[in-house]
């Protein structure tokens, strides 16, 4: 057995059960329920499993593996190599073949690959975005966007790696905005080829996964300019290595270096001095050209067309929302098992410390964290059914694509930052045991940092989802008759006298008055939670709205002037929707439990996500009306009370995640401190048992 698979009964018995005991009984103290909640620790770990619970359990396997676990101490050059033979070994697993047409080893599952693939993270998140270049970007890109006859002749070696592939559409001078790269491809209808060139330095593409050392072949994503016309930008295969490793002719390749963490994967640049493409590797699905340069598309829309191929590697966003919030239950389960394991200083009892877990900051800093994710990861599952709606074809309507783009594009940057805090704060938590390589509180967010800029920058992203939300409000306006506007009008007037005059603040003083416990139970209704998250995100579009109305006749330098001067309450609103999506996707999972303890558990983890969120924006729901001075005091009192009550379930919910001590591969998930701390106990109460104890020179004093 590993140092870290020692047994929980072990850990639990030096842990500090009079610890949790302690704070159940306060917990039943501020709970009027009586008895104690026992979840079912099965159901438990199957909700948070989720759809793709086998598919996931699978996954876990071959990251518990050792083969696949990143090795501390490792060289770059040397970490690069033994990521790049843990791809062979995913093939060899058959881990990665999932999302493939079946014709190609694949099962056409699209949910399940995701799914699967970003279990990685667990084991190196290096592996996970290999992996992920290799076959969710380059060979997604040509499933994608190319026809069968691109599939038959490009995909086989593809998804057995026999041609590792680079992604290349990111430039130095272009990252978020893709329409306007710099890259061209004219094509020459004599040769019938494209001449793909860089022509200035900017349009140098940059920080590629596996284009430094290990990529045979690239998608290139250029200007597609035949007749004179720019059609915008589109997809070209193209080969930039010869068979002995040597840049093709006309490519220039170099290695980008080490980074601030992902060291595995080799990030290099490409430039092109008018290199020939064959007529038949631009990946034609969207956008084609015949013999003579003549271009067709099945969408006439440039706008459109663009959108719809990019939209197609949507699951690049959809995968790293789903690892990021595994980082983040792979943090919490380590620093929760720590903390109701390791004991600091003498707060209630001169011969015992107390385990950090029932002090209420340690609660503080990691319940509303394990919350969060639990509705993140919800959240991620309403996600990826969408996404196996759209590619397997069930339902890949225009408006379920643009569905899928914006829930990917809210939750994305809502995971990526998420699970950058919780490992900073876990690493806190753990004090200076956190910062110690074996414990990968630090590592594992380095090597996520750059999640935050991957497949779109969070910020931009978000200004993304408030154009949608935009859209979808001013069409609300023209799709409603006069009498639905005038009642619109009058509901409007009505809500702004009472925010305005204090009079909604005034009514729930009156009706709150010499009872706090009223005040207080009046957050924990599902309905009062629900209405002050979304009344804060449409009150926020509103508003955004009616500032950005005026510029509808101006010009495009005004317009963007005014967006502009509006972006910080526009990305607000955006990130006030995301936090509704969360809390909209656990309350609807527990509507779905029928096991009642569970439900009671889950419902107030639900609670503490909703209240710590509300708490967070507390100033504006004081400022707009939405809450009463009265009612806002006792928030924080009543999340306290809260987090004492789901204290003693924290960790079993965090175990529930379903991760073995082969994924943590953490020491002070270990039982380690247990034994460290029984130790410690028994010798002072053999001290103290034999009378050879020394006297403290406080008692002394005392006497």
Known sequence: MSQTARPTAARDAAAGTAGAAGAARTADTADDAGSRPAPDGAVLQELLLGRWA?????????????????????????????????????????????AFPREYGGQDAHGANIAAFEELVVADPSLQIKAGVQWGLFGAAVMHLGTEE??????????????PGAFAMTEIGHGSDVASIGTTAEYDPESEEFVLHTPFTGATKRYLGNAAVHGRDAVVFAQLITNGVNHGVHCFYCRIREDD?????????????????????????LSFDRVRVPRVDLLDRYGAVAADGTYSSPIESPGRRFFTMLGTLVQGRVSLTGASIAASKIALQGAITYGEQRRQF????????????????????????????VAAGFAHEKLLTKLDDVFSGADDSDENRQELETLAAAL?????????????????????AGFMAENRFA?????????????????VLLQLVAKRLLSDYAAEFRQADVGALSRYVVSQAQSTVLHRFGLRRALQNVQDTGDERRSANWFKQTEVQRSLLSDRVRQMVADVASALRSTAKLGPAEKAEAFNEHQHEIIAAASAHADLLLWESFTEVLETVEHEDTRTVLTWLRDIHALSTIEQHLDWHLLHGRISAQRARTLTPYLNRLLARVRPYARQIAESFGYTADHLRMEVASGAEAERQAEAAEYHRRRRASGDAPVDEKTLRRR
């Open 54 to 98: 086998e598919t996931r359990r699978e996954a876990r396997a071959v990251a518990a593996d050792p083969r696949f676990h990143r090795v501390g101490g490792l060289s770059t050059a040397e970490h690069r190599e033994r990521v790049f033979a843990q791809l062979a070994g995913l093939v060899e697993e058959g881990a990665v073949q999932r």
């Open 150 to 163: 691109h599939h038959r002749r490009l995909l086989p070696p593809i998804v057995d790696l026999r041609v």
């Open 245 to 269: 490793g040597s840049a093709r002719e006309g490519v220039t390749i170099s290695d980008d270096g080490e980074k601030g963490g992902l060291n595995g994967v080799d990030n290099g640049r």
């Open 346 to 373: 003498h707060a209630s009892s001169t011969t015992e410390e107390e385990v950090l877990m029932d002090y209420q900051l340690h609660q503080r800093r990691l319940i509303p964290k394990l919350a969060t994710t």
């Open 412 to 432: 994305k940057p809502t995971a990526t930052w998420h699970a950058l805090d919780t490992l900073q704060e876990a690493r806190e938590a753990c004090g200076g």
């Open 443 to 459: 590592t594992l967010r380095a090597d996520l940092d750059v999640y935050a800029t991957f497949e779109g920058d969070n910020n």
